[in-house]
């Protein structure tokens, strides 16, 4: 298959794979208590797509926090998520079937997500779906947070497809952002805390992930005129 037959789909991991809304606040919430901040759910759906550092960073009121405290402040909060998941993973709808399909569909098959290592490894355990990468990229292997592209290029590269021809699947609209910066098509999954219309800039934006098969992902990547019409 020459470089311009491959194709591949670049999956998300929070709200794209596992449904991680509750399980990120309620650890963000814990976190910036133990710390004697107050966390809101404005501020935490602001951060969507973005490294914890990114946020702790950005949106921590009081004190100015140095790297050595904003690095602590990171690993605690992810610790908690890990502990919230791993009693009740939630694992998204349909998410293992679509990959499964595309793979099948002759799609090579990525990871491209801003958390850290042991978040996006320990979803992918549970999920089973190892063995039905090509790339995994996180947080630690990238220096810039969405909506910079460099995740997604940086997945797209590791499994030898042209960024033109990788479709990534999003729930966040700076994700979405980030997938055209790199010149890739875009699915928005309106996940718990997300609406179609903030997802508006996809070529096409879907509430389950039942919704896609491959024939989707082929009807995008043939076509080059006006957007898709959303779901729903």
Same mark, same amino acid.
């Given at each position: 298959? !020459?470089?311009?037959?491959? /194709?591949?789909?670049?999956?998300?991991?929070?709200?794209?794979?596992?449904? =991680?809304?509750?399980?990120?606040?309620? !650890?963000?919430?814990?976190?910036?208590?133990?710390? +004697?901040? %107050?966390?809101?759910?404005?501020?935490?759906?602001?951060?969507?797509?973005? *490294?914890?550092?990114? %946020?702790?960073?950005?949106?921590?009121?009081?004190?100015?926090? !140095?790297?050595?405290?904003?690095?602590? $402040?990171? #690993?605690? /909060?992810?610790?908690?998520?890990?502990?919230?998941? +791993?009693?009740?993973?939630?694992?998204?709808? +349909?998410?293992?079937?679509? $990959?499964?399909?595309?793979?099948?569909?002759?799609?090579?098959?990525?990871?491209? =997500?801003?958390?850290?290592?042991?978040?996006?490894?320990?979803?992918?355990?549970?999920?089973?779906?190892?063995?039905?990468?090509?790339?995994?990229?996180?947080?630690?292997?990238? /220096?810039?947070?969405?909506?910079?592209?460099?995740?997604?290029? *940086?997945?797209?590269? #590791?499994?030898?497809?042209?960024?033109?021809?990788?479709? %990534?699947?999003?729930?966040?609209?700076?994700?979405?952002?980030?997938?055209? #910066?790199?010149?890739?098509?875009?699915?928005?999954?309106? =996940?718990?805390? #997300?609406?179609?219309?903030?997802?508006?800039?996809?070529?096409?934006?879907?509430? !389950?992930?039942?919704?896609? *098969?491959?024939?989707?992902?082929?009807?995008?990547?043939?076509?080059?005129?006006? /957007?898709?019409?959303? =779901?729903?």
């Amino acid at each position: 298959m !020459s470089r311009d037959d491959r /194709k591949a789909a670049i999956f998300d991991m929070d709200g794209v794979l596992i449904d =991680s809304y509750r399980a990120h606040f309620e !650890s963000w919430q814990q976190v910036a208590v133990e710390n +004697g901040r %107050v966390y809101t759910e404005v501020q935490f759906a602001a951060g969507f797509g973005r *490294t914890s550092r990114e %946020v702790i960073a950005d949106q921590w009121q009081g004190e100015p926090l !140095s790297d050595e405290q904003i690095a602590e $402040i990171d #690993r605690r /909060k992810e610790w908690l998520f890990r502990e919230i998941i +791993g009693r009740d993973f939630p694992a998204m709808d +349909g998410a293992v079937e679509l $990959i499964r399909a595309l793979v099948q569909a002759g799609f090579g098959i990525a990871v491209g =997500s801003s958390g850290p290592p042991d978040n996006v490894h320990l979803a992918i355990e549970r999920l089973g779906i190892g063995r039905l990468l090509s790339a995994t990229v996180t947080g630690a292997d990238v /220096k810039r947070g969405k909506p910079d592209p460099q995740v997604f290029l *940086t997945a797209a590269e #590791r499994i030898g497809v042209p960024p033109a021809r990788c479709v %990534v699947i999003e729930d966040a609209p700076v994700g979405i952002e980030a997938a055209r #910066r790199g010149g890739m098509h875009a699915i928005g999954v309106a =996940s718990t805390g #997300r609406t179609v219309e903030q997802l508006r800039a996809a070529d096409l934006v879907v509430h !389950s992930l039942r919704e896609l *098969t491959p024939e989707r992902f082929e009807e995008m990547l043939r076509k080059n005129g006006p /957007k898709l019409e959303p =779901s729903g």
